[in-house]
């Protein structure tokens, strides 16, 4: 299930509906953390990361692609 809203995540953001896609992302991301897939984790984190370079949040790219290195 968190593998699929990922998937659903990236195809809303590729589609330029950001809002709703780090929505999508965060479900995936506390499915993730719930089941402890740590690589599920990193794959949503990088994700979001990623969103909000897009939207031009560069603190919270910062933070989310911090928190994926990890």
Excluded: C, T, W
Excluded at 20 to 45: C, F, H, V, W, Y
Excluded at 56 to 63: E, M, P, T, V
């Amino acid at each position: 299930m968190a593998n699929n809203l990922g998937n659903m995540g990236v195809i809303f953001s590729e589609q330029d509906d950001l809002p709703i896609a780090l929505d999508i992302m965060k479900k995936a991301l506390k499915i993730n953390e719930e089941i402890g897939n740590r690589e599920g984790m990193a794959n949503q984190l990088g994700n979001m990361g990623i969103v909000f370079r897009v939207q031009g949040d560069i603190q919270k790219a910062l933070y989310y692609n911090e928190k994926h290195l990890k």
